[in-house]
């Protein structure tokens, strides 16, 4: 069975700093990778996705995610926090057409 | 208009109560879902369906049930509340076969069962 383990259920970052969301993944079968971002009293938002093809993948708002096979990660990535990036953040893992998703991570931008 | 619409925003109710909470999308997808979010462990299957005459268990569907009425509508129904079930409800949509695996997620419902 599909399972997904987000590092850190809380990070905290400088406006400006590195942003880094690790997720590892378990899968038996080639995997569909998917960041979604869930502002406060909002539903989820599609961050980016990796189906096939090159393993850098590009979304939306700065974000870009790796997906490392040997290392079954897909870590999060955006060079310079925002303090709109402020939100939790999923991992998740496509399982025969359904989403196994990891615990979530929350972020809080400090000025 | 949103593309994938829940109803009601929130809800309180009382222990023992029925209560459905409905989906609605016109995004054209054949799949639904319904998942459940509470803290810490992000969120989690109840149920979902590939088509109109499709309906499955996920992986907490106990003290669940739906219906698919439609393609567009897939409700979902708790037969009597109890607290456990407090929590934020999301409704999702796909379709592979139109080439979108990605899943469309409406703006949940927030149910408080007392």
């Known amino acids: 069975a599909q399972s997904v383990t987000q590092l850190g259920s809380h990070v905290s970052v400088s406006e400006g700093a590195l942003v880094l969301l690790r997720c590892n993944y378990s899968?038996?079968?080639?995997?569909?990778l998917f960041w979604y971002v869930q502002y406060p009293n909002q539903g989820l938002q599609l961050l980016l996705k990796y189906t096939t093809g090159a393993t850098l993948v590009k979304g939306i708002n700065g974000f870009e995610a790796e997906f490392k096979k040997s290392e079954t990660s897909f870590h999060l990535t955006k060079p310079s926090a925002h303090m709109s990036d402020a939100a939790e953040y999923f991992c998740?893992?496509?399982?025969?057409?359904?989403?196994?998703f990891g615990a979530g991570t929350q972020v809080v931008v400090t000025p | 208009d949103a593309d994938v619409t829940q109803t009601p925003r929130n809800r309180i109710t009382k222990t023992g109560k029925r209560i459905m909470l409905e989906c609605s999308q016109t995004k054209g997808h054949d799949r639904m879902y319904w998942y459940r979010q509470d803290p810490g462990l992000g969120l989690r299957l109840i149920y979902y369906s590939f088509d109109v005459k499709d309906i499955n268990k996920g992986e907490i569907s106990d003290g669940y049930s739906v219906s698919r009425q439609a393609q567009a509508k897939f409700s979902l129904s708790l037969e009597s509340a109890i607290p456990n079930q407090t929590a934020l409800y999301f409704c999702?949509?796909?379709?592979?076969?139109?080439?979108?695996?990605?899943?469309?997620f409406g703006p949940g419902t927030r149910l408080t069962v007392l």
């Open positions: 899968s038996s079968v080639p995997p569909y």
């Open positions: 999702a949509t796909s379709d592979p076969s139109k080439d979108e695996i990605t899943q469309y």
């Open positions: 998740a893992v496509d399982s025969w057409g359904k989403l196994q």
